[in-house]
T-cell receptor, first 110, second 111 residues
Framework: TQLLEQSPQFLSIQEGENLTVYCNSS?????LQWYRQEPGEGPVLLVT?????EVKKLKRLTFQFGDARKDSSLHITAAQPGDTGLYLC??????????FGKGTMLLVSP | EAQVTQNPRYLITVTGKKLTVTCSQN?????MSWYRQDPGLGLRQIYY???????DKGDVPEGYKVSRKEKRNFPLILESPSPNQTSLYFC??????????FGPGTRLTVL
């Protein structure tokens, strides 16, 4: 099983600030997924990045897949309290298993 | 509305008392899976099923059983629960590896 390391583990910021969270590995992935999990709910898929160097935008969220397909980042512009949650990256091992990083817990205060 | 449902959402039980957590999806997905989420350990896969009557172990299958008799249902069975199975459990289903829907979770406490 390939390891996904997410950093930071916890991030507490004020509304309006920008932030970046990271998902790193020593392995090469065919694709990586990003999820957000709000308290008391299941994870919700935000995006899948497939191509090395790919950048995808989802409103104020920008996802990037590293050129070597070993890492990914999520940048949030002008964070809002509604962005609070656990951000998880994951990779699919063929068609059978989905392996998650431990996540970054983001708290955005008004 | 496309969804994955789990029941119960909360359960407190005692060691050794058999229990079943149900999972159902309305998207006609062939693939379903179960995860547990624990502080400091993240989400770990327990079992998965590629189709009816086809199941396989994930990373942490010990102490759990599953069955897949119908495409829409994938129950998780704990024959003899122990305190180390206290956790937050999620069922999920998907059409392709790049699309996955999670249920709302079941918080289980084993005393």
């Amino acid at each position: 099983t390939q390891l996904l390391e997410q950093s930071p583990q916890f991030l507490s910021i004020q509304e309006g600030e920008n932030l970046t969270v990271y998902c790193n590995s020593s392995s090469v992935f065919s694709s990586l997924q990003w999820y957000r999990q709000e308290p008391g709910e299941g994870p919700v898929l935000l995006v899948t990045v497939v191509t090395g160097g790919e950048v995808k935008k989802l409103k104020r969220l920008t996802f990037q897949f590293g050129d070597a397909r070993k890492d990914s980042s999520l940048h949030i512009t002008a964070a809002q309290p509604g962005d609070t949650g656990l951000y998880l990256c994951a990779y699919a091992d063929g068609y059978s298993t989905l392996t998650f990083g431990k996540g970054t817990m983001l708290l955005v205060s008004p | 509305e496309a969804q994955v449902t789990q029941n119960p959402r909360y359960l407190i039980t005692v060691t050794g008392k058999k229990l079943t957590v149900t999972c159902s999806q309305n998207m006609n997905h062939e693939y379903m899976s179960w995860y547990r989420q624990d502080p400091g350990l993240g989400l770990r896969q327990i079992y998965y099923s590629m189709n009816v009557e086809v199941t396989d172990k994930g990373d942490v299958p010990e102490g759990y059983k599953v069955s897949r008799k119908e495409k829409r249902n994938f129950p998780l069975i704990l024959e003899s629960p122990s305190p180390n199975q206290t956790s937050l459990y999620f069922c999920a289903s998907r059409l392709t590896p790049d699309t996955q829907y999670f249920g709302p979770g079941t918080r289980l406490t084993v005393l």
